[in-house]
Each structure stands twice: as C-alpha cells, then as structure tokens.
C-alpha cells in the first residue's frame, strides 16, 4: 500500500530540491526584509552624505540631506518645520541651512526625504548710518556717528550740536527765519561764547547791542555808534588758547544769511574776519555792504583778483596805524590789513575762508597763526541792524 506523500521517505534528489526551495524562500524573505530596512530604517539624522557641513551631514552640494533616503540634515525631518535660516549678525544674507527637498533614489525605494528649508533670509543689519550730520555745527562734517549694528539698521547720532545743515554745504536757505526764543543781547564793548558760537561787540563809542543765541545766529543793533563791529565764529586766540598756523585747522568756510535794514554810514562790511599773528594781520572777506560793490578801501594796493565760490574777489593790502594791533602778541602800532571783496553784492552762502587764505598766499600774503575767523556786521556809522539767522563758521580741527 503505498504512503501518502507527507510520509514518503525523501530521495536525494527530492532532498536537493526541498533544499533549494527553501534557500530561495529565504532569499526572498532576506530580500524584502533589507527593503524595508532600507526604506524605513535609515531615514534618520545622522546621515552619512560625503563633504557634510551640517550637524547629520549634507549633500555635496551643501544643501543638506543624505541621498541614500534620508531626510536632509540641517533640514527639515519628515512632517517638520525648517530646521534653520537665520537673519545674519550685521548684514549679509545668511546661508541656506534647510534641507534639500527629498533625496536621490535609495537603494530599496524612493526616499522620504526633508521638506524644503526655508534658507536665510537677508539681513536686515549692516545698513547705512544715518548718524552725523554733513556739517556738525562747530565742526567739519565729520563720520557718521552710527555704526553698522548686528542684525539691524545703525543707530546713528543726531547732527551736531547747533543741528548744521546736512548734505552739500553750499545748500543754505536763504530763507532761514531768526531763531524766536533762547536770545541774549550783550551792550557796551564785551566778548563772550566758545566753540563757533564765540561772540565779540565793539565800537569806539561803546555803543550799540549784539543779541547771540544757542544756535549760530545772531543781530546786531546801532545807532551813530561810529566805528560798530559785531561778529560771531571761531576764537583761537584768546581764553587760554593758542592759535595755530591755519593749515592745522583744517579747511575753514562760513555758511551765512544777512538781512539788512537802515544805513551803515561811510562804509559797511558784512562777511568774515579775522586776526593774525606773527605777521600782525587784520583780514576782511567782504560779500555785502549797506553801500555798492565793488569798492577800494583806500591807500592800498591791489594784488590782483581771485575766482572763489563762483563770484570774482578783487584783493587789496594796505598798512595801518591805530590801538588795534594790541590784538596781536607783539602790541603792533602799526599792522598790515587784507582783503577780499567780491565785485557783486551777495546776502547768503557759502564762504571758502581756507581757499582765500591759499590764494592770498599765493600773491605773497602771509597769514601766520589764527587767531579767530568769524561772520561780522562792521559800519562806519548811521543807524541801522543785520539779522543773521544763518552765522556758522566750520572748521575741520577747530
């Protein structure tokens, strides 16, 4: 009676082929399992992409994420948010740090792969400064007093003590109104001020008024008040100071708005001036007058003429006797006067003083050390009043 066949005895070559169907059922289990392996279980973050730059390593291409489906390091796992992308410190854009969008194929199946990193944005920070004004009042525009910050716009200064107009100095508003409050009106003959806000009134009656303020501006007042002069800027050689070469103070110029009404007398001057020492010089750069331009002061001799500020200044030099020359170390009697005089009138601008300084000096006029360079109303008499809402004189290393 023959077996059934679950009890047969097993024949070599029945043998062989159980063998080998059980090896390729193993196989294909072996097969499936390191799939599953594959796709399921090496998705993590400790990748192991070449040249990685990432906290689990990135792609050649730096953008994060092993190719072998995993998810992007740096990036972002399965499901997750951008893992990073921040603003740079100080400007520039920052790198991307999120992971590459999925990876290659992997061996056993198409990886999961990160979500798209958001990147670094660019940076708000590193902009430009808006501190410093161009000019400071009481100085030559200077660098901007705000720095680049990190991450964020500069916090920059304020202008400059007395608020000078910013931008090209030659841009003055000759529209510029008085200041309302904050004047102080000086009588008699007296000085007084610092910085570019030093003040001086004189006249050889001890007549007449100035009113200064804690911007640079000012009036002046008189009235049959002889030889009146009021006059406000820089004072270098006076209250415990020594004055300089001009040179050392680096370029000097006066923004300026004059606003006359009455009469000057004989003569009248409104421009800038200013002393010298070593020689003893008593220097004029005229650009008003309450009478016409241009005019000789008398009992000079004229070197000629220069071109600045666009306007053509005809220039003199002349030697004069008096009790002036006190203002000089020395005590002179007797001491040298220059001048510049523009040939048409004007009431508001920019005066170069440094480039007339040059120039004289180019015609033999030397200027030796500075001893105050300031915007001044002089007359000769009569009955009159300049209001100069714009008085500012700068200089580069005042």
């Known amino acids: ?16 082929r159980a063998r080998t169907r059980s090896m390729r059922a193993l196989t294909v289990c072996s097969a499936a399992l390191l799939g599953l392996l594959i796709v399921s279980g090496c998705s993590e973050s400790g990748g192991t992409a070449d040249s990685s730059e990432g906290s689990g390593g990135t792609a050649p291409d730096g953008m994060g994420g092993t190719s072998a489906g995993g998810t992007a390091a740096g990036g972002t796992s399965s499901g997750g948010g951008p893992a990073g992308g921040s603003f740079a410190s100080g400007g520039g854009p920052g790198g991307p740090s999120g992971g590459a969008g999925g990876g290659a194929p992997g061996a056993g199946g198409l990886s999961s792969g990160g979500a798209p990193g958001n990147g670094g944005a660019p940076a708000s920070g590193g902009g430009f400064n808006v501190g410093g004004s161009f000019p400071g009042i009481g100085g030559f525009p200077g660098g901007p007093s705000g720095g680049a910050s990190s991450g964020g716009a500069a916090a920059g200064g304020q202008p400059g003590a007395g608020g000078g107009p910013a931008g090209d100095p030659a841009d003055v508003d000759c529209d510029a109104e008085m200041p309302t409050s904050g004047g102080v009106t000086h009588s008699g003959n007296g000085q007084g001020g610092s910085g570019n806000l030093a003040w001086q009134i004189w006249s050889n ?105 666009g306007g053509t200044y005809d220039v003199f030099t002349r030697q004069t006797p008096g009790t002036g020359g006190s203002r000089c170390a020395q005590g002179e009697n007797e001491w040298a006067q220059y001048y510049s005089i523009r040939t048409a009138k004007r009431s508001c601008g920019l005066i170069s003083i440094s480039e007339h300084f040059e120039k004289w000096e180019e015609k033999g006029m030397q200027m030796g050390s500075l001893l105050e360079a300031k915007i001044l109303i002089e007359a000769g008499g009569g009955a009159g009043s300049v209001d100069f809402p714009i008085a500012n004189v700068v200089a580069e290393n005042p």
């Open 205 to 309: 009656t001890g007549t007449g008024d100035l009113v200064t303020y804690p911007t640079p501006a000012f009036s002046a007042h008189w009235n049959n008040s002889g030889d009146y002069l009021g006059r406000i800027g820089y004072e270098w050689g006076g209250w415990n100071q020594t004055p300089k070469p001009h040179a050392e103070y680096g370029k000097i110029y006066a923004q300026f708005v004059a606003k006359k009404s009455g009469t000057g007398g004989p003569f009248s001057y409104i421009g800038i001036y200013g002393w010298s020492n070593n020689p003893c010089v008593e220097w004029y750069i005229i650009d008003d007058t309450f009478e016409n331009l241009p005019f000789d002061p008398g009992n000079t001799v004229k070197k000629g003429q220069i071109m600045v500020d």
């Open 1 to 16: 009676m023959p077996q059934p066949a679950h009890m047969r005895p097993l024949w070599p070559r029945d043998e062989q």
